[in-house]
C-alpha cells in the first residue's frame, strides 16, 4: 500500500532529472555485507536505483568506519559536494548528526532507526517498537514454563515508547502473575543473561546488537531438559542468522529499514520531505512505522510456531486499536 500510494505521488522522473540527482547514502561500519542494518538499507537504495533509474553519481553510496569523527567527515564531504538529501544508516550516527545539522541548515538528512535528533531539516525514520515488544511479551510469556521472562534492552538505545512498559503489558496478558525480570545493560550483557537464567528465567527478549553475547549466554544455559529460548530483533542482530540461533530463536522483531531507505530516497526524488511532528517537546520530525502499515513486523520460526495463534490475536488488537501499547 505504501509503494502503491508513493507511485500515485511521485511525478515522472525523466532521464535528465534522474541524471541531475544527488542523493546519498551513508552506510554505518560494515558497509553492505555486514548481514544486518546496512544489507537491509542496500535492499531499499537497489529498489530506488531500478524504479528511477538512478546511476551511481545520482546515488552514492559509502560506508564509515564507525568513529564519530569519519561519520561526521563523511558528512561534510558530500554536504559541501552538493549531496541533498543524505541518509545516515542506524542511530550510531546521532552525534556526527547533531554536529552537522546547524552547520548545513539547507540539506536534508535522514536518519534510520534514531529519534534523538530535533530540527527542521532532520528527519528521524524510526519504527514502533512498542508494539513488537507487546508481541514479544505475549510470545515470551506463552512460552514460558517457569513463569519468569527476561527483558534485556541495550542502554545506549532509545525509542519514541517505553518498551519496558509494552512487553510487561504483553506478557501479562497471557498471564497476569508472570514475572518479568528487567535490566537495562551493565558491565557485561553475556553476566547479566547468565545470572538472568540462574534466577529462573526461561525466555529472553533481547535488543543488545553489539555482539551475540546474551545468544550465546542462552545458548550455553539452554539444556534439552530445561532449554531456555530466546527473542531477538532483525536487522540488527546479524547473528540471528547463525545456526546457534536457530537452535533458541523464539521469535524475532522484524523493522523493515529497506522501507524506511526506500520511502526516504523517494522523497527526496520527489524534493518533498516528510512532515510528521514525532515529538513536538524535543521537536522531532519524521516518521514512525507500525504493525499497520507495515513498516514493522513479528516474525516466529518453528520453534514457537505453537504461540503463532496468541500473538496473531495479539497483532490483530493492535492494528485495530483496541490494544495500545
Known amino acids: 500500500m505504501i509503494v502503491a500510494l508513493l507511485t500515485l505521488l511521485l511525478p515522472a522522473i525523466t532521464t535528465a532529472h534522474a541524471s541531475s540527482m544527488k542523493i546519498a547514502v551513508i552506510y554505518d561500519i560494515g558497509g553492505r555485507g555486514d548481514g544486518g542494518i546496512n544489507d537491509a538499507a542496500a535492499i531499499g537504495v537497489d529498489k530506488a536505483k531500478k524504479k528511477f533509474g538512478l546511476g551511481p553519481l545520482a546515488l552514492r553510496e559509502i560506508a564509515t568506519d564507525g568513529t564519530d569523527l569519519d561519520r561526521l567527515l563523511k558528512i561534510r564531504f558530500l554536504a559541501n559536494a552538493g549531496y541533498d538529501p543524505i541518509l545516515l544508516i542506524g542511530y550510531g550516527f546521532q552525534s556526527s548528526l547533531s554536529a ?14 534514531n529519534s534523538n535528533v530535533g530540527q527542521l531539516n532532520v528527519e528521524c525514520m524510526v519504527f514502533n517498537e512498542a508494539q513488537t515488544s507487546y508481541l514479544a511479551g505475549v510470545l515470551a510469556a506463552s512460552a514460558s514454563k517457569s513463569g519468569k521472562i527476561a527483558l534485556l534492552l541495550d542502554v545506549d538505545r532509545t ?8 512487553f510487561l503489558a504483553g506478557a501479562q496478558s497471557v498471564n497476569p502473575k508472570i514475572s518479568v525480570l528487567a535490566q537495562n545493560w551493565g558491565m557485561s550483557p553475556s553476566l547479566d543473561a547468565i545470572g538472568m537464567a540462574k534466577r529462573g528465567a526461561d525466555v529472553f527478549y533481547s535488543t543488545w546488537n553489539q555482539s551475540s553475547d546474551v545468544l550465546d ?25 547463525s545456526a546457534k540461533a536457530k537452535s533458541v530463536l523464539l521469535g524475532a522483531v522484524q523493522k523493515r529499514v529497506d522501507t524506511a531507505t ?41 520453534l514457537g510456531s505453537k504461540y503463532i495463534p496468541a500473538v496473531l490475536k495479539a497483532e490483530a488488537l493492535i492494528k485495530s486499536g483496541k490494544i495500545k501499547p
Do not use: C, H, W
Open 159 to 166: 525509542n519514541l515508547r517505553d518498551l519496558n512498559k509494552a
Open 217 to 241: 549466554a542462552v545458548v550455553a544455559a539452554s539444556t534439552a531438559k530445561k532449554p531456555i529460548r530466546y527473542i531477538g530483533v532483525i536487522p540488527d542482530q546479524f547473528f540471528l542468522k
Open 262 to 302: 526506500f520511502d526516504l530516497i523517494s522523497y527526496g526524488v520527489a524534493v518533498r520531505s516528510y512532515s510528521d511532528v514525532l515529538d513536538p517537546i524535543n521537536s522531532i520530525f519524521g516518521r514512525e512505522y507500525s504493525l499497520k502499515d507495515g513498516g514493522v513486523d513479528f516474525l516466529i520460526p518453528s
Open 100 to 113: 552537522a545539522m546547524s552547520e548545513f541548515p539547507n540539506t536534508e538528512f535522514g536518519i534510520i532507526d
